[in-house]
């Protein structure tokens, strides 16, 4: 009888599934279908009247129509920026839960690459463009998909060894997530912010403010940096070993430091020779991302030769605490937001020349952030292991502890604390990406751990499905429920070489190939965005473009960069820039 109630109450699951998978889907489309409807036809006379006059305009005209469209913009609410970040965190779960219920039927890596961008990169485009300000909804939606898949994964009736307990490296899923959204997202926006379908308030700001854009420098550097090779120098002695440390430093500072500013004069000289437009107020007349980037990694490897990456924390908090102080007292705020010429290399690029000790105590505290992150999970691994056991309708159910659940607690803790800094220098000093002030810098780690834990959150759900054994229902003169052991002890082990073989023993996968090509070639990934972005910007006028035309390009570049970086990741092919 208990055995043909579950067939039952699986048959009941799975048509239930099935019937709302079909009315979802086909509300979602409806709506975007009458959505873009109405945004056409409000929009078609004056896109039609804009076509028209393209023709006649002028480069010159043109590039300062568009010099105009990208500057002197006020940003949004934090809230606002959070809400649009959902949704790839959402699409994470709705991804690989979607995965596992139709493992057997998308057995081929084609078939699941193609899920996964429609499920995660799409979604991206549309929250950041026609469908901005129904962020919120798609969450709805997505957690709602989700959940129904998790129901049906937890009512299978797989029995799993006790004895398969999964291994993972030093590479964690969620960072792996995290640093592969950052690249995915930036990618989306440097383009997307040369049509008008993208919101003006997710614009970079001029001067104060927080906005979308805002948070791609931000949210860059500190993707590097919470993985970065302090991050795990628990037994370093520093003492003996200085001039090695100071040795290895240079010769890599050297190498990635030189390259990353030839990168930087290449997209200069780019930019002079076909006319492209610039966003002065951002970075400075010479001054771009790539020479910021090479700057910030030559002090950091210069200071953690001296100082052990163990006082990153209180590092980053005096490097940002005299930068504030600085420019409060000594005027530099007044100079760099002021009006004043540009006629020398230091007055020309003052954006770049100022933000550079923000992004530098911003490094620091990406690299405490990680070594708590390693350290958690290392320290977890040597103590004995904890479990709490819970009765729920004559289920037992025993839960160990977990090294993710503490690293949780940990981060929510880490964004209270940063958030609540971040109102206080609001208060007083403004968040201003221009400065990369202390306000900037708290926000974007604020927002990086909240992202942090929330695809951890993910990576703990997944787990739940994975790990779990199911004992049959066993009769006996004292009845017993079904009793379910839920281990989720993570092994600190290196399984580089088994990698492949556990995941065919996942019920849902963590890792998607999508996320590893793109961090396999991170910076390759970004560079061949921003060449496609200025192609995109040479071949047509992207201000007088349609909002559906404007999301069919959006997808045409995000499929051939994403797919790329998948061709050089199946090949082993790593282009270290």
Known sequence: MVRCNARAISRFWKDLWTHLHVYVYAQAFSFVQELC???????TSEFDISVSMASSVTKEHYRLEKEAFVSDHGGTTPYEVIFTLLPNVCGILLTTTTLGVFRKCTQHKNVNVIIEFMLIVIPTILCCTVLSEYSGSMCIVMIFISAMNLTLLWNEKTIRSNTAVPSIATRKPFLTNFRALTNIITAICILAVDFRSFPRKFAKTEVYGYSLMDTGVGLFILANAVVAPQTRDFFLDRQTRFQDILRKNLKDCFRNCALLLLLGLGRFVAVELIGYQKH???????????????????IISMITSTISSKYSLFSGIWILGMHEYTMNTKGLKTWVLGNSPRDEFFSANREGLISVPGYVGLYFLGIAVGRIIYSTYQKFHTKLKMTTSIKLYNVDVVISYNASILLCIKLSFICAIAYIATLFCDSYFKVSRRLANAGYCLWILSLTVLLLMLLL??????????????????????????????DLILNVKKDIENKREENKEYVVKKSLEIFDAVNYNSLFFFLLSNVMTGLVNLVTYTLYVKDSVAVLILIVYMAITIFSALVLYRFQVQIKL
Do not use: C
């Open 37 to 43: 409807h109405v945004g056409n036809i409000r929009r």
């Open 280 to 298: 002065v107020s951002e970075y400075g007349v010479h001054w771009n991302f790539f020479v910021t980037l090479a700057v910030v990694k030559f």
């Open 457 to 486: 959150l993910v990576d703990f759900v997944l787990d739940l499905i994975n790990h779990t054994v199911d004992i049959p229902y066993v009769e006996s003169k004292k009845e017993r429920g079904k009793r379910i052991m839920l």
